[in-house]
């Protein structure tokens, strides 16, 4: 573990909870110079102690030791809010419908910012009877891959796994699809909103400028 609850992460949850120290103490079984000695720096709870305080607090234990406190507003958990935490170390991938607390391989995981598709990153979607047939013009050689594609709906998610030496491309159930998000190893995550209404022919992606004046049309006429 390369990290440890601090004082000043008790004290602020303590008064966070209007709480104090006596209260906590009283909670936890231990004395209220204790706590005391905590929130000073003179000295750190017992790890058998982390459960508790947490419990105390209505948070996990992995929110204690970081110190944030996940605070996901998506009761609704609504798909469109989709979140994928990807790590650096094994390519791992963990999907979220709101905030949360990763760690994988001792390493904090912040979610991946999507980013728009670009020249480099070019995305193909091909609307074949009830399926997306996506394909992305990347290289998929062992250093440089798409590591997945991913298809959101307002209830749903799709994710496809790809490999390096593999094809990039996907198919998904329409199923009310609303945007597809795809990972570069090397360049992070892109995100493009499906075009409603629109077959997307390669031909409408020759050119970004012109892909984007489409996208801005079918908003307006199918939005």
């Avoid at 790809?162 to 996907?170: D, I, M, R, S, V």
């Amino acid at each position: 573990m390369n990290q440890y609850v601090t004082g000043a992460v008790i004290r602020q949850l303590r008064e966070k909870n209007k709480m104090t120290q006596l209260m906590l103490a009283q909670r936890l079984g231990v004395s209220d110079k204790t706590v005391s000695k905590w929130e000073t720096g003179n000295g750190y709870p017992d790890i058998t102690l982390l459960e508790p305080i947490a419990d105390a607090f209505n948070i996990s234990v992995t929110e204690l030791i970081s110190g944030d406190q996940v605070l996901n507003a998506n009761v609704s958990a609504n798909m469109m809010r989709s979140k994928f935490y990807v790590c650096p170390v094994c390519g791992n991938v963990i999907h979220t419908m709101g905030e949360a607390v990763i760690q994988c391989h001792g390493v904090r995981l912040q979610p991946a910012l999507a980013e728009s598709t670009d020249e480099n990153h070019m995305i193909f979607i091909e609307r074949i009877e009830d399926e997306y047939y996506v394909r992305i013009d990347h290289e998929m050689t062992k250093s440089h891959y798409i590591s997945f594609v991913a298809a959101t709906s307002s209830d749903r998610s799709q994710m496809i796994k790809l490999y390096p030496e593999g094809n990039a491309e996907a198919r998904f159930g329409i199923n009310g699809v609303r945007k597809i998000f795809f990972y570069c190893n090397r360049d992070g995550l892109f995100s493009i909103d499906v075009v409603k209404g629109i077959d997307d022919k390669e031909s409408g992606y020759d050119d970004t400028k012109v892909r984007r004046e489409l996208e801005e049309t079918a908003d307006r006429l199918f939005g």
